[in-house]
């Protein structure tokens, strides 16, 4: 659709009688659906980039599906998780594919670790190091799943824990992976996932997926991308974290182990007696574990700076040895791979592994690129990483410079790649710089749109003044306290949100010690479930009998996670979740600002505060029936000259500044059950 011909379709669609309201019962016309609608057509018309934050509520999925659909055009969509992909695919898409009446073949594509890889269940299968009975009654569930599903996708198996041990043993990587050599190769999930991306108009993604491709090009996306002329990423405030992780370098002593397992393996199942495969695989394998030892015992989740020749605290000697050590054990295992090759294409594909670890154990060795920065994340295992500081060189590079002639019409003329960014949070100023700088997008136009929502009738923020300093001992004790006694008033509906797992371990062990045994609340704690279990408990609250729910969770639980309802009442936030100054990263980025004359804090550590504090919060209202209170347990925000600019990212709740006034909330809160009408819109 030339021109301005796709603003009018658009316009009708959310118009009041269009065909959205007649495709969903609940829908009704919103001014800032709309203007966002018509933007993401503009830009799909015109080319070019576009970000847009909108609001909680705006319904920003039917604000860019809609003009991506009626344009015609190849669409890609890429989302934040695999469970967002899912939900886009199985219900946002049918629902409005139906609505319009198009003839539109859609395609969900995740990565590799998603689908089941049929070679590798025959290898587990015969592997006798199972870790124990669940296992091999899981691996039984999973073979008798194998027989049935199209798709390959894990994600259809139900009751298959996420974290389970058994998904690496069938699954592949883009490191064991045979590709055409495998002897499954024709029956492959991840292949027909591919061939249906290719052959689809809409194709649904997400951010590790697109990343993972534009470092490694093995994901399929080389060949997608370019016959993409609309390419949209939701959840876009993930994209520059997400982007780093891929766009570096990485070495970790779990994928060499993995490694040595597979070599002793393949070498004893096809090549017995030809060469030391126990041998060999002993060398690789105690070349990383001595690795991991120079490191010492360090607590889990460690991050420690690796600016000189040596991460902090390893000695350089040691240090340089595990490396050469690593790079010996893997050039050994090439020379005897080497000599059996042509018996089977594992050997080859090993061959190629074992190469890939001796060359990033010497790039290692050597100095880090100019412009990123180097760490080792310690846990049971190490992981060597050197990351850029931000996407924006890759995204300027390898997105917005499309190769000329790439978007040629059909009648020859080039129209420019679309590209559609957005979120509910982007940042805290008008031009949404906290996104738009680390993500090469400054020229980018871009749109706020603000949510529908009553705040201030909705829902109001404490700080509470009375509280220690959130750097005092008693801090984590005094907010499970408050945490507790608001929940005990509201029969549960409260989730608390803390910055770091040991405020998170604390606050659930001391909201367990008070409730346990008293039938009163149940006390959820991230980790004890899975992530998905944890929030279907949260949901069904106090019904059925059951108590009612306080969770208590950080980081993957600041976004992404929706509770309508009344379910939901009561956010509690212990801290102000600035980045933490003894990141690696947070300090190169730091460093580059302070290089530049600019502030390290006022443009950086307090934006990032901001953001991350407006996801924690946009938890409570969820939708226009939705009642609720957030209470930020940090004085600072009350107190400090930066607290003024942190409240201003917040939703305009209205304040509630004492004790009597917050008892008096949750009396309000706990009288009153919100309607649990779902407006249908996402």
């Not at 182990?257 to 004893?268: C, H, K, N, P, Q």
Request: charged residues 25%; aromatic residues 6%.
């Amino acid at each position: 659709m030339p021109g301005q011909l796709l603003a009018g379709p658009v316009h009708e669609a959310f118009a009041p009688g269009g065909v959205l309201s007649r495709a969903a019962e609940q829908f009704r016309p919103r001014a800032a659906q709309t203007d966002m609608a018509l933007a993401v057509a503009r830009t799909i018309e015109d080319g070019g980039a576009l970000v847009v934050e909108a609001g909680t509520g705006v319904g920003k999925t039917f604000s860019y599906l809609v003009p991506a659909l009626l344009s015609g055009e190849r669409v890609l969509l890429s989302t934040a998780t695999k469970t967002l992909q899912d939900q886009l695919f199985g219900r946002d898409l049918p629902r409005l594919i139906e609505a319009l009446g198009l003839p539109v073949r859609k395609a969900l594509l995740k990565g590799r670790g998603s689908y089941l890889c049929l070679q590798r269940l025959e290898l587990a299968r015969r592997d006798a190091t199972l870790p124990d009975r669940s296992a091999i009654r899981a691996l039984a569930r999973i073979e008798e799943w194998s027989q049935s599903t199209r798709t390959g996708d894990l994600a259809e198996l139900p009751g298959l824990d996420e974290r389970s041990p058994l998904i690496p043993l069938v699954t592949s990587t883009r490191e064991n992976c045979l590709g055409s050599q495998c002897p499954k190769f024709r029956q492959c999930h991840v292949n027909l996932a591919r061939r249906e991306a290719l052959a689809a108009d809409v194709v649904v993604i997400n951010h590790h997926l697109f990343f993972a491709d534009l470092a490694v090009r093995e994901s399929g996306m080389a060949e997608l991308l370019p016959t993409v002329r609309v390419a949209i990423f939701d959840e876009a405030h993930q994209l520059n974290e997400t982007g780093v992780q891929f766009l570096g370098r990485q070495l970790g002593t779990g994928q060499v182990l993995d490694f040595a397992r597979d070599l002793l393996a393949a070498g004893l199942q096809l090549a017995r007696g030809l060469a030391d495969w126990q041998g060999v695989a002993a060398a690789v394998e105690r070349a990383a574990r001595d690795l991991r030892l120079t490191v010492g015992r360090r607590a889990a989740g460690v991050r420690l700076r690796w600016a000189d020749a040596a991460p902090d605290g390893v000695d350089p000697g040691n240090w340089r040895d595990g490396l050469e050590q690593l790079q010996l054990a893997s050039t050994q295992a090439m020379e005897a791979l080497d000599t059996v090759s042509e018996l089977a294409p594992d050997f080859v594909r090993l061959y190629e592994r074992a190469a890939d670890i001796a060359e990033r154990a010497e790039r290692f060795a050597g100095a880090c690129e100019p412009g990123a920065v180097r760490w080792v994340d310690v846990g049971a295992q190490l992981r060597l990483v050197e990351s850029p500081l931000d996407i924006a060189q890759a995204v300027q590079e390898k997105l917005l410079k499309a190769a000329p002639g790439e978007d040629a019409g059909s009648a020859g003329e080039t129209r420019s790649r679309a590209w559609i960014f957005t979120s509910a949070t982007l940042g805290d100023d008008e031009r949404l710089s906290w996104f738009t700088e680390p993500c090469g997008l400054e020229a980018a136009e871009v749109l706020r749109v603000g949510s529908p929502f009553d705040y201030a009738a909705q829902a109001a923020v404490y700080v509470p003044r009375e509280l220690a300093r959130p750097n005092d001992p008693a801090h984590s004790e005094q907010v499970a306290s408050l945490a507790a006694d608001a929940a005990a008033r509201l029969g549960g509906r409260t989730m608390v949100l803390t910055t770091t797992l040991r405020a998170l371990r604390t606050i659930g062990e001391a909201l367990q010690r008070r409730f346990d045994g008293s039938g009163e609340l149940e006390i959820l704690v991230q980790g004890q479930w899975p992530k998905r279990r944890l929030i279907e408990r949260f949901r069904e609250g106090s019904t059925a009998g059951r108590p009612g729910c306080v969770l208590v969770a950080s980081a993957s639980f600041w976004e992404g996670v929706d509770v309508p309802g009344d379910a939901l009442q009561l956010v509690v936030i212990d801290k102000l979740p600035f980045p933490p100054p003894g990141d690696p990263l947070v300090e190169a980025r730091a460093q580059r600002l302070q290089s530049q004359g600019r502030s390290p804090f006022n443009d950086y550590f307090v934006p990032e505060a901001a953001v991350a504090l407006k996801q924690g919060a946009g938890r409570l209202i969820r939708r226009e029936s939705d009642r609720g209170m957030l209470v930020v347990c940090d004085t600072r925000l009350a107190t400090m000259g930066y607290g003024r600019r942190l409240l201003a990212a917040l939703p305009p709740m209205r304040r509630v500044a004492t004790r009597e006034e917050f008892a008096a909330v949750l009396e309000e809160l706990a009288a009153t059950r919100s309607a649990t009408t779902d407006p249908a819109l996402t």
